[in-house]
């Protein structure tokens, strides 16, 4: 079944049918049946009992099939060993959409995923959907319709919607909401995800007119690359914040260059989640503080703030937490301070951040914020309200709220306390008016008012393709390959699927990525030889697909400036290689092109499992995995992504020139960086490609690849 079909459904269904209904209040199959009922959905609901009797006020029907039109969404509680024929009767009804609540499949073991499995064939086999098994079922506020199982009271109507891997955390989520004072719009349990997935529901959900943002709980995703294309979509028009967790539950994968061991499965999902223009968040927290503010705020123009407070402190501490999370402090128009003057105190502090006095009053925190909001040099306000000493919290609350509605920049508002400031916390959430306990939250939620739309301003550039590219050359070198690997195998095993430099140089060759003249050595005639040709001074490096950490064990030696060093140099590489690597497959020596002196850098890329190609930048050389400065990001990249990735890391910045070194040439950084990147997406069967180090030289001068692994995908 094409994915997707059928899905409204379960958002729309003109009537239900709850195959497992119970008189017991103790049961799930009770309060499944109770929530139904109590949530005023306006279609037709139907019980199935094998029992038979009544429910509620209504009959129970002892077999599916006597359940009357409409009935479009079947919802099962029942035993595990008793669902498949469950979904039998339901497909021979007619139904095309069904929810399994009932544990007891994959999560249980092998009896349960075979089992899970009969269910989604069944399913496939009648054209129906599911959604789970041991899932708690879906919500929606507005319809409204409360399918699941957890006790009253349910959320609050509002506009945040909920999709979670987790039943639990739904329970907890709705529970918190409704103390949190905002509601939700839909929620959707998926459980298991036999059939129905994470990237299934985001269309459905986003085009629900309530929902204004869509948060995610995600423990993985089904299909990386679909996920992304799907999010992507939604993202143009509806924020959506995740929550990924499990960040180091799962073990390194089994590689052998830098960029595989840094291309972890959470550094895959922030590329994947960069591209599609989704919001991770680290906590369950900060997702629903970023989603309040996302849903009832306009988008800020950039990133200056103004802060207003009453107390010198709490405005330090904003000041700090908005230049932690990449705000600025908005420095004011002459004409905002005298307006400020006229209404404020003259001990009071007119600078950013305005310090009101511990005396302000309900009218000169609304009169000052109004003047704040009409300078131009302000893009969006944090508001700070510890409880004012000779006025009420709630009084101020309710003087600040029409101006907060009215203006076209962002509010947000710190209430600073817990029993003092309730009655503006019951004003604040009524209104819709974004307000965090402190400062520090506050500005959190700017940050990621201005990422948002700093996203939705950036024009959606395609990546860059080059003309010049031969991919045919590489078409070639691949099938070459592909039959010394049928006619060498052991050698091949043995150097865990790296190919020769040489051969390497050639592929990044024909997508026009330079690197040095060079050329492998068996002997030291043949690198006096070598050496001669190129011109002397020369580089020298051990070749061995099986040595990562050359340098380490004297494998590499520089400015070998005559026909002595060279030879000397030779016997040394070897002898070197040979006793602390004896078991190596060492090829020779590689000698190469002496590179005069600049910037190092690495680049690299993967094929990651979920996602498909990745490609890294950072800090090269021999602490490239010691330092972690790097960055991912999805192949093929545009040349903006390409620049973001430079500018997110110490290497890429440190290019633009520092001390004592020159600006170097960013240009052609970000011209290998596009090339390997669309190198990596036409072809993934290059498993992991890396350049450590590409030197970069001075501007104008280019970049090149002074050493290269390349590893093959198994055959």
């Known amino acids: 079944m094409p994915p997707g079909s059928s899905l409204s459904l379960f958002f729309s269904p003109r009537g239900i049918a709850l195959i497992g209904a119970s008189q017991d209040p103790t049961k799930l199959g009770y309060g499944l049946a109770r929530n139904l009922v109590q949530s005023n959905y306006q279609g037709v609901v139907h019980f199935v009992n094998p029992k038979g009797s009544s429910l509620l006020g209504r009959p129970m029907y002892t077999q599916v099939a006597q359940v009357p039109d409409p009935v479009d969404l079947a919802i099962i509680l029942i035993p595990s060993r008793f669902v498949p024929g469950a979904l039998v009767e339901c497909g021979q009804r007619g139904i095309k959409a069904a929810i399994i609540g009932s544990g007891g499949f994959r999560e249980t073991g092998p009896e349960g995923a075979a089992r899970e499995e009969e269910c989604l064939q069944i399913a496939q086999s009648y054209e129906m959907r599911l959604l789970g098994p041991n899932c708690i079922g879906l919500l929606d506020t507005h319809l409204p319709m409360d399918a699941t199982f957890l006790p009253p009271p349910g959320p609050p109507p509002g506009d945040v919607a909920f999709i979670s891997h987790s039943g639990a955390i739904c329970a907890a989520v709705i529970d918190w909401a409704r103390g949190q004072g905002f509601g939700l719009s839909r929620l959707v349990s998926l459980g298991n995800q036999a059939d129905v997935n994470e990237t299934d529901v985001l269309a459905p959900v986003a085009a629900d007119p309530f929902t204004r943002v869509l948060t995610l709980y995600l423990e993985g995703v089904r299909d990386g690359r679909r996920f992304v294309s799907e999010a992507r979509q939604v993202t143009q028009q509806k924020a959506i914040i995740a929550l990924k967790v499990g960040r180091f539950s799962s073990g390194q994968r089994a590689v052998a260059s830098h960029t595989g061991a840094l291309a972890g499965q959470e550094n895959a999902f922030n590329a994947a989640f960069r591209r599609a223009g989704v919001i991770r968040a680290d906590t369950s927290e900060e997702m629903f503080d970023w989603a309040r503010a996302l849903a009832w705020c306009p988008p800020p123009k950039g990133r200056r703030v103004a802060v207003l407070t009453n107390a010198g402190g709490p405005g330090v501490t904003a000041a700090d937490s908005l230049e932690f999370n990449g705000m600025s402090m908005a420095e004011f128009e002459s004409q905002t301070c005298n307006y400020l003057a006229e209404v404020l105190p003259p001990a009071a502090s007119l600078q950013n951040p305005v310090d009101m006095l511990a005396s302000a009053s309900p009218d000169q925190y609304a009169r000052s914020l109004q003047i704040l909001l009409q300078d131009s040099g302000v893009d969006s306000v944090l508001v700070i309200l510890p409880p004012p000493p000779m006025f009420t919290a709630g009084a101020v ?69 080059f003309a010049d590219v031969a991919r045919s050359k590489v078409e070639q070198i691949l099938e070459n390959l592909a039959s010394q690997e049928i006619s060498h195998p052991d050698e091949l095993a043995q150097a865990n699927g790296f190919i020769p430099q040489q051969t390497a ?6 997508y026009g990525i330079p690197a040095p003249q060079g050329k492998l050595a068996t002997s030291q005639a043949q690198a006096r030889q070598i050496a001669g040709r190129i011109g002397y001074p020369v580089a020298m490096k051990v070749a061995s697909q099986a040595i990562v950490h050359k340098s380490d064990l004297g494998g590499v030696l520089l400015n070998m400036n005559n026909e002595q060093a060279v030879a000397q140099g030779f016997a040394e590489i070897m002898q070197n290689s040979h006793s602390l690597y004896p078991e190596a497959a060492i090829q020779g020596v590689y000698v190469q092109q002496m ?121």
């Open 595 to 715: 590179i005069s002196a600049g910037q190092e850098v690495i680049v690299g890329a993967i094929q990651d499992p979920q996602f498909g190609p990745l490609v890294m930048f950072g800090s090269g050389g021999v602490e490239v995995e010691g330092l972690k400065d790097v960055a991912f990001a999805l192949a093929p990249v545009t040349m903006e992504e390409a620049e973001n990735m430079l500018e997110s890391t110490w290497a890429g910045r440190k290019l633009q020139g520092f001390r004592n070194l020159p600006p170097a040439d960013r240009e052609a950084v970000i011209d290998v960086l596009v090339r390997l990147a669309q190198l990596a997406s036409d072809f993934p069967q290059l498993a992991e490609m890396e350049i450590n180090p590409l030197r970069v030289l001075p501007q104008g001068q280019g970049a090149y690849a002074v050493d290269v692994r390349v590893r093959l995908a198994p055959a």
């Open 505 to 510: 140089l050639k592929l990044l060759s024909a």
């Open 397 to 465: 609350a309710k003087a600040l709220i029409p101006i907060i509605h009215s203006a076209q920049k962002p509010v947000v508002i710190s209430l600073m306390g817990e029993r003092l400031i309730q009655e503006a916390i019951e004003h604040f959430r009524a209104a819709r008016v974004a307000e965090y306990r402190f400062p520090e939250r506050a500005a959190s939620a700017l940050a990621v008012l201005a990422q948002r739309a700093e996203y939705l301003s950036r024009a959606q550039e395609t990546p860059k393709t």
